[in-house]
């Protein structure tokens, strides 16, 4: 029978965060059940709150950045057990059956995959995440955290480890890789620690000159104000990987002609319309702009692994529910570098 969940969320796209009181479906044989213990904040969460994106259903309790403990287990569960430290990303289910999802790219289903929250799912019940006090989430969808990994640390590897890592393997980071992130807010600080782990020269290109410590307390070894003219033009076909993790629209061909040849610059941050770029600045050194979404569930387990082996932690800032609205509001004017993440298990409950 459903259960009874505290959180906060909106009620519809004009609205201002708040407590609340909700239904959890009915579990199935195959779901997981988890106590929530912390739950990262994603700039995606603000969109999908504002139906920016057009998608959104309503109400809404956000958060796809979510570890805890398994309180109960389906019958059919195999995996998981009682106890367990798990963590949920982006994606709640799928089709489990295309090409796709065999294949272990969940997020491309052909069917669709069925985001975390604010949308139905595949029974028609909508959806709801993790600023919350528990989930329930089909055994497939659901990964181990490592032993050791700080579960406050853990959330925002669920959203801006894995939309950071699956590129960075992709492109194929290694030693001596000249690796360039732009932005540094709580995907370009993963984006950083990450590609250094892997071996690569890192540059962060930021518009903001005073974000040159913190860049360089991640791992950067190096720091690119873009709007210094004469250092980007200086900087020309420097990078073999540019990974753009800004979130709002922008101009992308000042960042694209800073890629070697057979360089490719990734977009990871922003969804919205961006501006065109240079025909020749990409038919002149075989440039490639590109875009990567997330990453399959063992792939996002694999970076989890990754992250415990290499001892590498978002820096991250807790926060009650109550400061929630607050997080938003700062979100709200700009990347920061770092993720706030919410402490669920400490938070009074609406």
Not at 40 to 56: E, K, P, R, T
């Amino acid at each position: 029978m459903p259960s009874k969940a505290h959180g906060w969320g909106v009620e519809n796209a004009e609205d201002t965060i708040h407590a609340l009181q909700f239904e959890r479906r009915d579990p199935r044989a195959n779901d997981v059940t988890v106590e929530i213990s912390h739950c990262g904040i994603c700039h995606s969460d603000l969109h999908f709150a504002h139906n920016d994106w057009g998608m959104s259903h309503y109400p809404m309790v956000p958060g796809h950045e979510i570890v805890g403990t398994v309180t109960a287990v389906g019958p059919d569960v195999q995996n998981f057990k009682v106890g367990d430290r798990v963590g949920v990303g982006c994606m709640v289910d799928s089709c489990q059956k295309c090409e796709f999802c065999k294949g272990n790219q969940e997020q491309f289903c052909v069917e669709g995959a069925t985001f975390t929250y604010g949308v139905p799912d595949r029974h028609g019940e909508l959806t709801q995440g993790g600023y919350s006090d528990h989930v329930l989430v089909r055994e497939e969808f659901v990964c181990k955290i490592p032993d050791g990994m700080e579960m406050s640390k853990a959330a925002p590897l669920l959203c801006a480890g894995i939309t950071t890592y699956s590129p960075l393997k992709r492109w194929g980071v290694k030693p001596g890789t000249k690796v360039a992130v732009a932005g540094l807010g709580g995907l370009g600080h993963m984006a950083v620690k990450i590609a250094a782990a892997m071996g690569g020269e890192v540059t962060v290109l930021t518009t903001s000159p005073e974000k040159a410590e913190a860049a360089k307390k991640v791992g950067a070894s190096h720091v690119l104000v873009s709007t210094d003219e004469a250092a980007m033009g200086a900087a020309t076909a420097s990078f073999d990987l540019i990974v753009d993790t800004i979130p709002v629209t922008h101009p992308i061909d000042p960042y694209a002609a800073l890629l070697r040849p057979n360089g490719t610059l990734v977009i990871v941050g922003a969804l919205e319309p961006l501006p065109g770029v240079s025909g020749f600045n990409l038919i002149f050194g075989n440039r490639a702009v590109a875009g990567s979404a997330i990453g399959g569930v063992a792939e996002t387990q694999e970076m989890l692994d990754f992250c415990a082996e290499h001892g590498i932690e978002p820096e991250i800032e807790l926060i009650k529910g109550e400061q929630i609205p607050d997080a938003w509001e700062t979100l709200t004017k700009g990347d920061i570098p770092h993720r706030f993440v919410i402490d669920v298990e400490n938070s009074a409950r609406g």
